[in-house]
């Protein structure tokens, strides 16, 4: 595949999670995430060990669609009334398979997050391990690392 | 425009009767700034923890009552507390929460200091007038003076004659003896990583929510529904122990009347046979856990080992801003920052001679916990913000303490103990009271 090509695969598959992040349609966001993808928010800037250094967020699969779950309850009293959120994403750089099969993209990302009147907003890198599938791909691993991580931190509700 | 009189130590005492608090505890700036003079400014407060601190020069920024401070590690191995400013022209120095450095440079004129705060050098002294002393206390950074460290706690005070440490913690020392002798080498370490979360609520809501034991079955309601619903088992990162603890959250009326709540004086309390189910992971066929209780065994001996295993103490309050959870290697510390703005500053513990994966099963539940986008905490503090708001704005005078006020019962120790009761919060208020009416330290 040539470069634009696969550029322009992974800018849409982006933007594919980023809508469906917006839309509030979070069990399809989740279908986007390989059963044995792991989406990781480290707490640290630079953090290589989500295992002895405490993250954000460092969940598989299954723990994930707990927090999905969790989305859709009507108690959860952090989401009511529920946050609406513009997920944009920018500076895409792919790079092409590597001998694992995986495509590597980064990005550079602002989401605004607004619930209550209130205006919320967060920013930093994102970065994707990417199984293609199909005509598609599949997420092994989203790493986003907040501009602010290890400083203080708001509650963050809607995943980046 | 009509004068404001001075806040009295009457009005203070009328703010609290036996069962009910009045709003202006939470919501008025000026109950604050005396809760900062006479509460914060008076205790023993915990700043750092000595590993933290491990080479000389390593420094550690944090709050003590109104005053940003450097916890710091001089070159003789003392602990010093200073005060985050130059006494050139008082420009705040250190902009970082931690570091190493042998000397502490303030940008703006270049004047440096030594890790116990001592003016170093100064650029260009011969500008200086004879009269001007390098080691006149004026030209020091300046120091706290009561600094004083539990088995590795470091706490400070700005009180000038302050208790002895261990008399304000009480029987709090136990809890704190208890952590470090989980440790097979007897001795613990704070973890690096930890998060900071900002709610803008009252200090003392956080301490509140920490020994009330009937918010979890409304409050964490939907992680609760969404963990039971899961699959068990299913995640490969951590036997099954992020589910099990939102699960845990369930509480029913087995938990409302079977946890034991436990009121000490000073505003100290904590809580025994929560989560009693176990959060960890099912400990009974698990090797991590055989291989530590095996360590501990041949550290300790077999009964030793397993009382100090036994030891079943949830939230340990200790009054006025720190939660320590032996068992589960966590602490919380509560930070104010005005009537309205709390930080609160979540870590684990490393247990030395421990199994590595103690370690990342106490990092996992501190993110599973605690993180700002723990699907746990966040319900809670979004409830600490919701009850400023509902005190700020309303003027509605008294909130209701009044849950086990009749079946609680007092020892000759004057150590309270009870079930399905608001005590802790009774207890946290008659401490808050003492303290406030103390006109002199
Ligand atoms: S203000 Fe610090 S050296 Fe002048
Ligand atoms: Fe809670």
């Known amino acids: 595949m040539d470069d634009a090509t696969l550029q322009n695969k992974v800018e849409k598959f982006l933007f594919t999670e980023a809508r469906l992040l917006d839309s509030g349609d979070f069990s399809a966001w989740l279908e986007l995430y390989a059963p044995d993808g792991i989406y990781w928010m480290p707490s640290q800037p630079g953090q290589t060990d989500a295992k002895t250094v405490a993250s954000i967020i460092y969940e598989d699969h299954p723990i994930l669609s707990i927090r999905v779950q969790r989305l859709f309850e009507a108690r959860a009293l952090v989401l009511t009334p529920m946050p609406e959120t513009v997920h944009m994403l920018s500076n895409i750089e792919v790079e092409d398979a590597g001998e694992d099969g995986l495509v590597r993209a980064e990005a550079t990302f602002i989401c605004i997050q607004y619930q209550a009147n209130e205006q919320k907003i967060f920013s930093g890198r994102q970065r994707f391990d990417l199984l293609p599938e199909g005509d598609s791909f599949r997420i092994r691993l989203k790493r986003v690392d907040l501009l602010n991580a290890g400083g203080t931190l708001p509650l963050i509700t809607i995943p980046f | ?441």
């Open chain 2, 1 to 441: 425009m009509e004068q404001q009189e001075a806040i009295t130590v009457d009005d203070i005492r009328d703010l609290v009767r036996p069962h009910q608090v009045h709003r202006r505890a939470y919501a008025d700036p000026e109950v604050f700034q005396l809760e900062m003079e006479r509460i914060f400014g008076r205790m023993w407060i915990y700043l750092a923890h000595e590993s933290q601190l491990r080479k000389p020069g390593a420094f550690f920024r944090t709050r003590l009552a109104g005053t940003e401070v450097l916890v710091t590690r001089h070159t003789d191995g003392e602990v010093y507390v200073l005060h985050n400013r130059c006494p050139h022209r008082g420009a705040r120095m250190c902009m970082v929460d931690r570091g190493n450095s042998r000397l502490l440079n303030c940008p703006y004129h270049a004047w440096s200091f030594r890790p116990d705060g001592t003016l170093s050098t100064v650029p260009h002294k011969q500008s200086y007038p004879e009269s001007f002393d390098m080691e006149a206390p004026e030209n020091q950074m300046q120091r706290v003076r009561n600094v004083e460290s539990y088995r590795g706690f470091i706490f400070a005070t700005l009180n000038e004659t302050p208790v002895p440490l261990t008399e304000q913690l009480g029987e709090m020392t136990d809890i704190i003896d208890n952590l470090l002798a989980r440790a097979p080498e007897g001795e613990v370490e704070i973890s690096e990583s930890y998060f900071t979360l900002e709610y803008k609520g009252n200090w003392k809501l956080h301490l509140e929510n920490a020994a009330d034991i009937f918010h979890p079955t409304f409050v964490h309601s939907s992680s609760v529904g969404a963990a039971k619903r899961a699959p068990q088992n299913a995640s490969r990162l951590d036997s099954d122990q992020t589910r099990t603890m939102l699960e845990a959250n369930g509480f029913g009326i087995d938990q409302w009347e079977g946890i034991r709540l436990n009121g000490l004086p000073n505003g100290h309390s904590y809580m025994s046979n929560f989560y009693s189910k176990g959060v960890l992971v099912d400990q009974t066929e698990d090797p991590v856990m055989t291989e530590y209780k095996k360590r501990m065994v041949a550290a300790y001996g077999e009964e030793k080992a397993a009382d100090i295993l036994s030891v079943d103490r949830f939230n340990n309050i200790i009054y006025p801003n720190m939660i320590l959870n032996a068992q589960h290697q966590q602490m919380r510390i509560t930070i104010p920052l005005a009537h309205d703005r709390t930080l609160i500053r979540v870590q684990c513990f490393r247990l030395k001679g421990a199994p590595d994966e103690m370690f990342e099963r106490a990092i996992r539940f501190l993110s599973t916990l605690a993180s700002p986008a723990s699907m746990i905490f966040s319900d809670d503090v979004e409830m600490l913000e919701r009850c400023q708001a509902g005190l700020d704005r309303d003027d509605t005078p008294w909130l209701d303490f009044s849950r086990g006020l009749d079946i609680d019962r007092t020892d000759e120790t004057g150590s309270v103990s009870g079930v399905a009761s608001e005590m802790p919060m009774r207890v946290q208020f008659k401490a808050w009271v003492e303290m406030m009416t103390q006109e002199v330290a």
